[in-house]
């Protein structure tokens, strides 16, 4: 691919600035973290007073539906998006790492490589995953089971994704530093409450259900954005406007969708702009899209079903 010069995303970003699309929404998150904490208390409230009842199951969806949620959050504190203090970005991703069990700082670290290189073979952490393949190159690498899993990671992509949630834990604790005994500790007080409350077969199914759809619901939010998209190695000319949305997904759908994705469905403008806030990112894509129209640069955006159909059509042609 021919180099373009990085003129263009200096003039993008004119635009998006002369919107304010990059000022602070410090009201709409406000609201958005206490509704967000009020549904998630009242969920551990319903927990204890349920007691040991089957019935907990549903509970365990609605945490992992309020997890997933105060997970969008410490996404977008990791990004700066919601208030113009460093400090305060900072406590409200500890804040919610903490309740979630996930390290701000080593997610924070990860993502931002991601978001550096993003689906660069080498260097995005994002398509380094052991038990999938996201390159004829990885794929040919793998050996013994996990050679096994990468020729039918089409069919085991979605289940794998119900373990997203444990290792997302496990990462955390191994990986975080000065995090670590809070990770610790979230696990202890999860588990310790759980089987205070449950009986044992009760408590480890509460977890398995809870845990494992949040870590699918996870793996939903973040599959479309990348995978299927091109994959960029070592050598390549894109300057940054065109390694940014060539290389994203947008998925459309309205409100729900936003609500749904946590913003995460405007891909293309969270990677030009990670500081801008979310609900601005709908307001960014009428500009970005024209802009990309004009100058000739692909605009991935599909629905969210098929968005997903383009990652398994992917993960089968390189497993093949």
């Not at 000065?178 to 408590?203: D, G, H, Q, T």
Request: aromatic share 12%; net charge positive; proline share 3%.
């Amino acid at each position: 691919m021919a180099h373009r010069p990085a003129s263009d995303f200096a003039q993008l970003s004119t635009e998006i600035k002369q919107a304010g699309l990059l000022d602070r929404r410090r009201g709409h998150y406000c609201a958005r973290i206490t509704a967000n904490l009020l549904v998630h208390a009242g969920a551990w409230v319903a927990f204890a007073l349920i007691g040991d009842s089957w019935w907990q199951l549903a509970v365990a969806v609605v945490l992992a539906v309020t997890t997933t949620q105060l997970a969008f959050i410490g996404h977008d504190a990791g990004h700066k998006q919601i208030f113009a203090s460093k400090r305060w970005n900072e406590i409200t991703g500890y804040v919610h790492g903490g309740l979630i069990g996930v390290s701000q700082d080593w997610w924070v670290g990860k993502h931002n490589r991601h978001h550096a290189n993003p689906n660069h073979e080498d260097e995005d952490p994002d398509v380094d995953i052991s038990v999938l393949a996201f390159t004829r190159r990885q794929s040919e690498a793998k050996r013994g089971p996990l050679r096994w899993i990468t020729s039918r990671q089409a069919v085991f992509f979605f289940p794998l994704l119900l373990l997203e949630g444990f290792a997302l834990h496990w990462h955390s604790i191994r990986y975080s530093g000065r995090e670590r005994y809070l990770m610790i500790a979230n696990v202890v007080v999860y588990l310790a409450a759980v089987f205070w409350v449950l009986s044992p077969v009760y408590a480890i199914v509460f977890v398995l259900v809870h845990q494992g759809l949040w870590g699918f619901y996870m793996g939903c939010s973040f599959a479309p954005n990348h995978k299927g998209m091109p994959v960029l190695s070592a050598g390549h000319t894109l300057d940054f406007l065109r390694k940014q949305v060539l290389t994203s997904r947008n998925v459309r759908g309205g409100w729900f969708v936003d609500l749904l994705l946590g913003g995460l469905n405007y891909q293309i403008e969270h990677h030009l702009f990670p500081s801008m806030p979310r609900p601005h990112l709908k307001h960014a894509q009428v500009i970005v899209s024209e802009f990309c129209r004009q100058r000739g640069v692909s605009y991935a955006q599909c629905g969210l079903f098929r968005s997903y159909g383009y990652v398994l059509e992917h993960l089968r042609e390189v497993a093949a």
